[in-house]
Structure formats: C-alpha cells, structure tokens
C-alpha cells in the first residue's frame, strides 16, 4: 500500500497488453517465420484487440522486430568486463547458447527464409543494424581503451565472428561447438598468420 491507502498496480494496463502481445508474437514467429505471423493470429493469441495492436505498433513488421529485440536484449546481453577478449567470447558464448535452442534455430532458419518484398526487407535490417549498434560498443569500448586500432570498423569486426554461427546453423546445419567462440575471436584477434619471431639478425641486412 501506499501512503495514501491506493495499492499500486505494477506495470499497469499497458505494461500487461503489451508483454501479452510480445509474447504472442515470439510464439507464432518461432512457430510459423516471419511469413506465417499474422496481426489476426497475434490478436487471437494475447486477447487483445486488433486495433489496440495496430494503434501502438503501426505495422505487422514494427510488432515482429519490438518482440525480437526485447528477446534479443534479454538472452544476448552485450558484457562489459574491461577486456574485449572476455567481452567478445561471453557475447559470442551467448549467441551459441541461443542459436543451440530449438527458438534460436527457428529464428536463425526464419529470418533467412523470409521474403524480399519491401516490409520484409525493411524490418530484417532494421532488426540487423539495431543489434549490431548494441554488439558493435564491444569493439568501441576497445578502441577507446587502446585495445584495438582507431581504424577497426565495429560493424565489419562483429561481421566476422558472429557470421560462421550463422553460416553453421542455416546452411550445414552442423552443431555449434562450445569450444567455438574463443577460437573465432582469437582467431579475429590475432589473425591466421602469426607475426614472425624476431631475431638479432633480422634488420642487420646482408652480412
């Protein structure tokens, strides 16, 4: 109770519409793909009008990538330990751990399979930048701290390590080894080919 006798209510009317329709939404995304999730359907699922819907998100697309991102920010949090190396491994050990889930595969295989028609189109990027400005402050944090080169592209470097587990889940459909996130990022890191070891007589010249 508060001071004046009036029991609040958490969240309230529409923080309990709106957790309704997300997870309706999640469900018939995971169940169905992006092509197969339909206004209608969400509204059935949450037992929450159509228009409410429409009148707080706009669009079919708008609703699918709130509901994706929510889940995003909930089971791939960006970790902030003071090492991009720790960082980079605890991010990519999530998103292995995600993308092992019968979700995580469903939403992998969905997003690839989607259609090009506009909306489509436009709600898989805005889905993809969104994400990347979150994991790119990984490589940010680095290059402000000295650990990378002022000339690394956030975007291109999370590019490269989260890319093969995406590559392993929809195309070969092999299973993502645990061991795989500190290999990719130390790979990334350090390069395929190792800097020669340096001698007494490397910049001497010809004897």
Do not use: C
Not at 6 to 31: E, Q
Not at 43 to 62: C, K, L, M
Not at 177 to 184: E, K, M, T, V
């Amino acid at each position: 109770m508060t001071d004046s006798g009036i029991r609040p209510r958490p969240g309230g009317r529409s923080a309990r519409v709106r957790r309704a329709v997300l997870d309706a939404t999640l469900d018939l995304f995971h169940a169905f793909g992006m092509n197969g999730l339909t206004v209608a359907d969400v509204s059935a699922r949450a037992g929450v009008h159509e228009t409410t819907i429409y009148r707080r998100w706009g669009t079919r697309e708008n609703l699918m990538i709130d509901a994706l991102l929510e889940e995003a920010e909930e089971l791939l949090p960006v970790p902030d330990t003071g090492s991009v190396r720790d960082d980079l491994i605890a991010y990519l050990t999530s998103l292995v751990a995600y993308l092992s889930t019968p979700h995580g595969n469903d939403f992998d295989r969905a997003l690839a399979a989607a259609g090009d028609d506009p909306a489509a189109s436009q709600a898989r990027k805005q889905y993809w930048n969104t994400r990347y400005a979150r994991s790119g402050q990984i490589i940010t944090r680095a290059i402000d701290r000295g650990e990378l080169p002022d000339t690394t592209n956030p975007r291109h470097a999370v590019d490269m390590l989260v890319a093969p587990l995406h590559f392993k889940v929809v195309l070969t459909r092999e299973p993502l080894d645990p061991g795989l996130p500190a290999r990719l990022v130390d790979t990334i890191l350090h390069g395929l080919i190792a800097p020669l070891p340096r001698n007494d007589h490397q910049d001497a010249g010809p004897l």
